[in-house]
């Protein structure tokens, strides 16, 4: 346990530390940082479900060319994410072996989480923000001029309250929600961090059933932040985090919705459940002392027919979906 992060506070409800680096990459350099292709690298952890936001926001919009992208393994000790997958255990193009050093680069001794993603700026080497929610939004407003031809509109500008008005009910209940079960350090804690959950699920649920996306008839910035808690769902959260009223797979319209983003280029080509089982069941050791790695659920069904282009609407829209990898 020495070597691991302790993630449950005894008797106490689960708060997460959100005191981020809030600088931003822009266009108009506002806070010293411009857009500019080539000069800033993304790091991630498929495992992680921030992360994988900007994984699927950046493949969605055809960034790849102009942010490079260095992957984490899925587990990490006290001290960083490291670049175990990398040759010698180094990141090739920062060359460091954990993350920790750009973040001290840019604030030394820096003391609060270590946390992917994060966009490092390569000719200094030291992180320019960890701001996850803002990250995604900029990839779509501010590196416009480097988006593919036909990526699609995650923001639209004529729906970005009620889009706004979404995230903010699926962070809270939802994506920090399942959180809150599975570090939740008393039984009353738990149960009602539970109780919300399922609320907001079945809110969805209804919201979903007559129409194919969250927001408008395209997919938009609302449905990869829900996506990214949904298919951790049965593999992690179920079990790991006591998230047990029933599963994903026995909620039929999440489930045919989540499959219908799954199958739809950009979301399940970025997506590991081996990265994410791992993560959670080697680093929280605090809930799972063992560090054993269940071999189920069986993830095959979540290439089964959907159904859900019945509703209409186009994941794209005018736009078209990114290439192949």
Partial sequence: MSEHDTYV????????????IETRITRDAADGFPVEAGRYRLVVSYACPWANRTIIVRRLLGL???????????????RSWTFDLDPGEVDPVLGISHLQDAYFARIPGYEKGITVPAIVDVPSGAVVTNNFPQITL???????????????????????GEIDEINAHVYQ???????????AGSQESYEAAHDQLFSRLD???????????LVGDTITEADVRLYTTLARFDPVYHGHFKCNREKLSEMPVLWAYARDLYQTPGFGDCTNFDHIKSHYYEVH???NPSG???????????????????????????GSAPAPL
């Fill in 138 to 160: 900029d990839f779509e407003q501010e590196w416009v001029d480097f988006h593919r031809d036909g990526a699609p509109d995650l923001y639209p500008e004529d729906l970005r």
């Fill in 292 to 318: 054993i790695v269940p071999k189920g659920p069986d993830l095959t069904n979540w290439n089964t027919a959907h159904g859900r282009e019945r509703l209409g609407g186009s994941p794209f829209g005018s």
């Fill in 203 to 213: 809110w969805l649920s209804e919201r979903l059933k007559n129409q194919r996306y």
């Fill in 173 to 183: 209940d939802v994506n920090n929600g399942v959180y809150r079960c599975g570090f």
């Fill in 285 to 287: 050791l605090d809930i």
């Fill in 9 to 20: 506070k005894a008797n106490q409800p689960y708060e997460r530390d959100t005191r981020y």
């Fill in 64 to 78: 790849e060319d102009a942010i490079s992208m260095g992957v984490c393994g899925p587990t990490h000790d006290k």
